[in-house]
C-alpha cells in the first residue's frame, strides 16, 4: 500500500530547511511629509484637502502632517512662540518613529515650514529626505516682520515682541519668527544673537559645522519656490536665498538684492548649495501670485514631478529546499 500524498508532504516537509535567499523587489509610493506654515494648523481644513489632492494624483501614498502640538489651537500658537531649534530637534523624532517613513521621504514645506525642513536635513536627515520642495520660505530670513489679519491675537503678540527687541535673549528663545529675522543694518547683532539662522546658514565664521553641507547634497532635488507677487516675505527673494545689501556697502545701494549666487554660504559653499547647483539638483521656480497663494498651476506640476516616485523594497522569499 502506498504512503498517502499527505504523509508523503509531511515527510519533504521535515526534510527540508528555510531559505531567505530570494528577494524579490516590491514597488511602493514614496511618502511625503508637509510642514504647515505661520497661522496655519496640521489638521486645518486647506492642509487636509492638499493631502487629499496628492493622494488623488498619487494613490495608495501615505503623507504626514508635521505638528509641534496635537491640539490645533495649541499647534498654531507653536507657529509663534517657541524655541525653532527645540522644534526642529521634536520634529526629527517625531518622523524617526513613523514607520512609514523609515525609508525615506519626500518634503514639502509651506512659507517657514520651508527653512524648518531644510533644518532637519542639516541637521537630522534620519530617516532621509530625498526631495525637498518649500513654497516661499524664508531661508535667508526677513528684514520685516509680515502683517497680521485684524483679529489674529496671537500674530499681533508676536509682531509686537519682536518689534520691542528682536534680539533681545527672551526674544530669540521664545518668537518664532525673531529667530529668522535678519536685520541687513545690524548684521554683527544678528550673529551675534540669534542661535537659529546664522547656524543652518552656516555663516558664522568660526562655527561651520561641515556635517551641514553634506546632508543637504545628500538631495536628490531642491526645489525653491518664490511668489512673484509676495509682499509677506520681505525681500521676497529670500526664497531663493536671496537677501538685502548691508547698510555699510558702499557698492551696493539701500534695497538692493544679493542674490544666492553671490552669498558667501554659496560661494563657499557652506550649506551644499553649489554642489546641488553643479549636479542641476538645485531648481529655482516661480509661482505667479501673493505668497502662498498655490494656485493649481503652481503647485500641481511640481508635486506631480517631485513627488510619488516608486522605491524599490527588498522582501526575503522563504524557498523550500529540499535535501
Not at 513613523?98 to 512659507?111: K, V, W, Y
Not at 568660526?206 to 516675505?233: I, P, Q
Request: glycine share 6%; proline share 6%.
Amino acid at each position: 500500500m502506498g504512503i498517502p500524498f499527505f504523509a508523503t508532504y509531511a515527510l519533504l516537509f521535515a526534510s527540508s530547511v528555510w531559505s531567505a535567499a530570494v528577494h524579490t523587489p516590491l514597488p511602493q509610493l514614496r511618502p511625503l511629509v508637509i510642514w504647515h506654515g505661520m497661522g496655519d494648523t496640521y489638521d486645518a481644513p486647506g492642509i487636509l484637502e492638499f493631502i487629499q489632492e496628492v493622494q488623488d494624483m498619487h494613490p495608495g501614498i501615505f503623507v504626514h502632517s508635521i505638528y509641534l502640538q496635537e491640539a490645533s489651537d495649541e499647534d498654531r500658537k507653536a507657529g509663534y512662540f517657541g524655541n525653532v531649534n527645540e522644534q526642529v530637534e521634536f520634529v526629527a523624532k517625531q518622523l524617526n518613529n513613523i514607520t512609514e517613513l523609515q525609508h525615506g521621504f519626500d518634503a514639502m514645506g509651506f512659507s517657514q515650514g520651508g527653512q524648518f525642513l531644510r533644518a532637519y536635513v542639516e541637521r537630522s536627515n534620519s530617516p532621509p529626505v530625498n526631495n525637498l520642495i518649500t513654497f516661499g520660505a524664508q531661508h535667508m530670513g526677513v528684514s520685516d516682520l509680515p502683517a497680521c489679519k485684524p483679529y489674529d491675537i496671537t500674530c499681533q503678540l508676536a509682531r509686537r515682541a519682536t518689534r520691542n527687541g528682536v534680539y533681545t535673549e527672551w526674544a530669540q528663545a521664545n518668537v518664532v519668527q525673531a529667530q529668522y529675522y535678519r536685520d541687513a543694518d545690524q548684521l554683527p547683532r544678528y550673529l551675534e544673537r540669534n542661535h537659529f539662522l546664522p547656524s543652518i546658514n552656516n555663516e558664522v565664521d568660526d562655527d561651520v559645522n561641515a556635517t551641514y553641507a553634506s546632508n543637504l547634497e545628500a538631495l536628490n532635488k531642491l526645489v525653491l519656490v518664490m511668489f512673484a507677487k509676495d509682499t509677506m516675505v520681505v525681500p521676497k527673494e529670500s526664497s531663493w536665498f536671496g537677501s538685502y545689501a548691508p547698510a555699510d556697502d558702499a557698492l551696493a545701494p539701500a534695497k538692493t538684492i544679493i542674490p544666492m549666487r553671490l552669498q558667501p554660504l554659496y560661494t563657499q559653499n557652506r550649506i551644499g548649495l553649489r554642489t546641488l547647483d553643479d549636479r542641476g539638483d538645485l531648481i529655482l521656480t516661480t509661482c505667479d501670485g501673493a505668497h502662498m497663494q498655490l494656485s493649481d498651476g503652481c503647485w500641481k506640476p511640481l508635486a506631480q514631478e517631485y513627488t510619488g516616485g516608486v522605491i524599490h523594497l527588498s522582501q526575503s522569499k522563504y524557498v523550500l529546499q529540499v535535501q
